[in-house]
């Protein structure tokens, strides 16, 4: 078969990410070629916006002019202007499981965005991975489904790519967006991950007729919270693992009668049996645990059972001058859905570094840009997962570790917030230099005290293995004497339990940027404070509330 016409760059995957980043390189002028092996409508996972996350779709929405990605930004413009199946993520909970209990009340934890504030969506990935599949057409991408490739060529002079029916493609660059397969890899000599040993597997899927958090406990706020259990995801951790229940039903604009679940477990303790059925290994894990047993345990399957296992990171080179390959989600295990905020960070800046270079691939700079960016991401994604998997081993460890990493989400959002309020303003420079950080895969890029608060975190969990309990008192001390964690939220406190931001808890971070913060650190948080408050006096994208 002849060849067909030639494009700028060809994407290889039109799920989230990949659909993003060729409405925003068609939006800009930019000739895209769309190439996936399925279609649309289809079943993915990591279904929750972080505000991190949130914040990364609005900064792409106003850079590349593509409004499409702000309306799932919060719930209700996803509600209104997406899809009724979309949820609400008000509250965030953990609560830890022993065996043959429910949790004690000390080993559970709520966060609460505050009200003035729109909640974030959880995303119903069947409607909005189509939606915006569908926004990349609008704006000029070449869009083709059910394409399976047989090869991938890459030539300094550009890319050649041909289809199993024959079908062939040249761009200038190629971007593997997890439809690429075996066929980019060989083009891209990617080293086969598959040889590594597995840290952990996860399972996932949707499920019809699961209980609630009220249903289960006997109240909306059980355990004295200050939200609604069920007005977010929740994660039910365990010695060994975790299970997370994403709610899209929970408002009263939602048409889904569908839950969210999945779990990730560390590989070393829990193989996966041989020969079992993923439904039966699911039954066996949560058949320990009275509360998860009578949320989940008579629900329906509603979607095949996916299995993942999660290797560690293959090969160091994720960028060329004429390719690229956004992050995996394998390696983070799913947690707080950082897989999808990973790509949608690579997915932002190449869609800065690509804009104007038609056909020519990234220049020396580009690449090398990329692969620093890239190769953060990953190895952030791979320290989150050893670190969460090692807090599960004892309640005392898993409260520690979640304290390091919001005291990082908590800044690397303000952060965030800080430049796309620049951004906003004309001054793209702070958004620029957050999207190519080479520290970008911290929770918090580019502060000096945060990364030796993480490194040394790292380490204390990776000592724990014999006494977690201990480790988790260190990881205490560390947060305790590190300059870079306020006061005002009670992050150093094992016995706080509930993190509801308040007029008054901002303010006293405020004062703490003033008078304690290290310099850089305060005047970043600062920045971000007040792009916050002033976001919070401006309507939702969407209309009233869900």
Known sequence: MAQESSYDVAVLGAGFAGSALAAALARGGTRVLLLDPGGHPRFSTEEIVTPYTATLLRTMAVWHRVPELAWLADAPSASRRVSRSTGVGRTLGFLYHHHGRAPAAADV?????????????????????????????????????????????????????????????????????????????????????????????????????????????????????????DDGPCYHVFDGGYLWRVPFGNHRRSTSLVTGVGLTVDATRYPFPSGASPGDVWRDLIEPYPMIRAQLGAARVVQPWTVVTHRPPAGTTLAGPRWCALPGREPSGFFLSRGLTDQLAAVGLLAVLLRGRGAGGLDPAGVATAKATLASLRAGGNTLAEMVLAGTRN??????????????????????????????????????????????????????????????????????????????ERLFVLLRDAEVVPDAFGFTDPRKRYYHPTPPGLARLALWTLRSAPPGTGAVVRDGLRAVLGASARPSTGGAKP
């Open 109 to 229: 934890l709520q966060i609460t965005s505050p009200a003035a504030i729109p909640a974030e969506p959880t995303l119903y990935r069947q409607d909005t991975d189509s939606f915006l599949f569908h926004a990349a057409v609008r704006y000029g991408a070449d869009a083709r489904q059910h394409v399976r490739l047989a090869e991938v060529r890459i030539e300094t002079s550009g890319v050649s790519i041909t289809a199993v029916d024959g079908r062939r493609f040249h761009a200038g660059f190629v971007v593997d967006a997890g439809g690429g397969g075996e066929a980019f890899a060989a083009g891209a000599g990617l080293v086969d991950g598959d040889r590594l040993p597995a840290h952990s597997w996860s399972l996932h899927t949707h499920l019809v007729g699961a209980g609630s958090m009220r249903e289960a406990t006997g109240s909306a706020r059980a355990f004295g919270a200050p939200g609604r259990w």
């Open 395 to 472: 309640p005392l460890l898993w409260k520690a570790v979640l304290r390091v990493w919001e005291v990082g989400l908590l800044f690397g959002t303000l952060q965030a917030q800080g430049a796309l309020r620049r951004l906003r303003r004309g001054d793209d420079r702070p958004a620029r230099a957050l999207a190519g950080s080479p520290d970008a895969g911290s929770p918090f890029p580019g502060d000096a005290g945060f990364r030796r608060l993480l490194d040394r975190a790292v380490g204390l969990c990776a000592d724990g293995a014999a006494d977690p309990s201990a480790a988790g």
